[in-house]
Each structure stands twice: as C-alpha cells, then as structure tokens.
C-alpha cells in the first residue's frame, strides 16, 4: 500500500514552513471572512451539502461526535441542531478560527453541549475508542499526511462508529468541468482578493481539489486502512462529495 500524503500542495510554495503550519497560518489571515466567503462562494450550497453530509448520521444517533478541522464551529453548530447528541468536541490548528467558533457556540447558546479545542488531526488527543462517530467538512485536503489522519480518525472512533467526511471534488460532467475550472482557477482568486486581500489562500483551494484523491480514488484509502461499508455521495454534479465508513 502506497502511502498517500499531501503535503506538495501548500498555501504558500516559497515559504520554508511545513504544510500543516502554512495551513494554520493561511486560516487565521482569512478567519474573520470564512463564515462570509463560503456563503459567498458556494451561493449557499455549503449549506445543503453540510445538512445531507449529517443526514448520513441520523440512523446512528451519536451520543458523542468528534468534528476534525472545525474550524469556526458551523458544522458542530449544525451537528447539534440535527443530531442533538449529548456532547461534540470540535478541534482545529487555527487559534484565530477557533476564537470566532467559540464566540459563536456561546451566542448560540450550546456550550455546555459543543467544546471546540486546539487539535491536530493527525495526532488527536483522545484514547482509542472514545467516539460515535467523527465528521470532517472541507477538512481532509488540509491533512499533511492523510493516511496518518484517517488512522488517527479510525483509532478514537469506537467500533461500529462511524466517519462523515464532507469534501470539494471535481465534476466529471464535459462542458460543466470546464464550467467549474474557470470558476476556481480565475473568478474565486479575483474574488478573494478583492473581498479578504488573500488571493493565495483560495489559489490553494484551487490546486489542493485539484490534487485531492477524490470519488473512487479516496474511496480506495479508506478501504485500505480497514475502514468498513465505504461509499461515496456525489452532490451539485460532483462539485462535492459526501465519503462515509464504518471502523
């Protein structure tokens, strides 16, 4: 089995930092206008897709849910509201994105229910067997190591537990592929730019989908590392995807 990394793909190419510490960098520059631009960006479908990607909790009823590369908190937030497990514990390596999700949970009301943390997906501090289930949204691409990250994900999630992860791919679609690449190599740049002053932090959304294994490819990861009922969910013409696995 080959080992699958990501770390040649990087939001800044000149900066000697490792991917996992460009990654928390280019997040706290655009943390303030995140929520704003995915909104902005994906004319609201980030919203419907994060809904279905929880639906495939439902049967399960999680009592206690992990949510890796959290982020601000949207998808924790959303978990709850859906899923209302007892508790969900939310990490992320961007202090800056996490200082807005705390703010967030404690407007919403939901802290004694939603804890988000510092936290490294590839070296979670939980013990083996802690979780129901664990959801990802627009988390994995960032993985420096992917396979040491879905390992990781594997080992705290109890047996029969189970792994959501909600991802960009690309569409297969002639003429609606050529449609997508125009609108992620050169309108969400000059967006971003325009908007948040980060134009290189959405040309690395571009070239990190661009290189994600997704579909079948991801798929195949997933089964390698012993993950079980593997599937994947191509949503809006396969701009994202919705993975789901059984440890």
Known sequence: M?????????????????????????FDGISGRYDYMNRL???RLDLIWRKKALRQL?????????DVATGTGDFAIMAYELLK?????????????????????????LSSHIQLQSGDSEAIKFSD??????????????FEDLEMGLKEIKRVLKPGGKLVILEFSKPKISGITQLYNWYMEKLVPNLASFLTKNRSAYQYLNRSVQEFPDGKKFV?????LGYEKTSCKRLSLGICSIYSAIK
């Open 2 to 26: 080959s080992k699958q990394t990501s770390d040649t793909v990087v939001p800044f190419e000149s900066s000697s930092l490792s991917k996992k510490e460009q990654v928390a960098e280019m």
């Open 41 to 43: 960006l994906s004319l």
């Open 58 to 66: 439902a049967k399960e009823k999680p009592k206690i849910i992990l």
């Open 85 to 109: 497990p007892d508790t969900i514990i939310g990490i992320d390596i961007s202090e800056k994105m996490l200082e807005i999700g705390k703010e967030k949970v404690l407007k919403s009301g």
């Open 129 to 142: 067997n802690t979780f129901d289930a664990v959801t990802v949204a627009f988390g994995v691409r960032n």
């Open 220 to 224: 195949s990861i997933l089964n390698n």
